[in-house]
């Protein structure tokens, strides 16, 4: 006759090694792929702002609790978003993705293209505002000076080149794009 002491109870050591291996393992997997996600996202880079300027970043633009996913690759001060067409300050506000360094390098080399054809389009249309208030103001005190003589001659007039920096030919076609949206 069988009266069960045959089955003997799982020792108290015995089920906590289990499940201590188990929780282990869980953790382990899960780390795991925490850590190859986060690997992932450092292959990816985008072309964002930093400061009220254009910076590369290595990474995605997210972050997983306290933990940024991303961090500035290259920094780029001289490609100010002032500068940029409306439409362009939009894109790079809300990050451009790129799926490689290379794809990413191109779109910040294009973007400083732009923002130096519409910084050189602003200081050439300032010189040139600066350069008429001086020529007006030249003329009212040459007629203060002549007072009421009444000479008919006329000082020679000289053409004088183009204020401001001058620009290039890819850098004329882009400056039509400077403030529009």
Do not use: F
């Not at 506000?93 to 990413?104: K, M, N, P, V």
């Amino acid at each position: 006759m069988y009266d069960g002491d045959y089955d003997k109870p799982r020792s108290a050591g015995r089920k906590w090694l289990t499940r201590s291996l188990g929780a282990a393992l869980a953790l382990a997997v899960v780390g795991g792929a925490l850590y190859g996600g986060y690997r992932w996202t450092q292959t990816q880079y985008y072309v964002g702002t930093k400061d009220g300027h254009v910076a590369l970043y290595q990474g995605i633009d997210q972050d997983l609790g306290w933990v940024s996913l991303s961090k500035v690759k290259k920094d780029h001060p001289e490609i100010e978003l002032k500068y940029l067409p409306p439409y362009q300050q939009k894109q790079v506000e809300g990050t451009i993705t790129q799926d490689s360094l290379g794809r990413a390098k191109a779109k910040i080399s294009e973007l400083s293209v732009q923002a130096t054809a519409c910084r050189k389009n602003e200081e050439r249309r300032e010189a040139s505002a600066q350069a008429a208030a001086r020529a007006a103001a030249a003329e009212k005190a040459r007629k203060a000076a002549e007072g009421d003589s009444k000479t008919t001659e006329k000082p020679p007039t000289t053409a004088s080149p183009a204020p401001g920096p001058t620009l290039s030919e890819e850098e004329q076609k882009l400056a039509s794009n400077c403030g529009k949206q």
